[in-house]
């Protein structure tokens, strides 16, 4: 079984694979966790970074970076307990909610 920051990169990998400026890709996001509830937004063409244990979400539209409570925009590594790649959804697990990255068609 693949271990959590190998999915990461195949992760970052899609994403970046799936980039297009002619035909943004976009994406319906739904983060679970007890604190917040349950929120959903869009974005397109969304990428992203690992550096230095961090993760770094960025959509084209910068709307992450304009809404510091997502949790998408950054989290470190080692908070994340699992990564499921499926064919058209991605869901980043913590042990305390997940993060479902939908491509909408």
Known sequence: MLNKLTKLINLQSILEENE?????????????????????????????EISDGMIMFHD??????EDCTRVLNMFPISSVSKVNILE????????????????IE
């Open 20 to 48: 297009d400026w002619q035909s943004p890709t976009h994406y319906l996001i739904t983060e679970s966790f007890p604190v917040n509830g349950i929120r959903q937004y869009e974005l397109y063409n969304l990428t992203c």
């Open 60 to 65: 084209a539209e910068e709307f992450l970076q």
């Open 88 to 103: 058209n959804h991605y869901v980043i697990v913590f042990d305390t909610g997940d993060i479902k990255i939908e491509i």
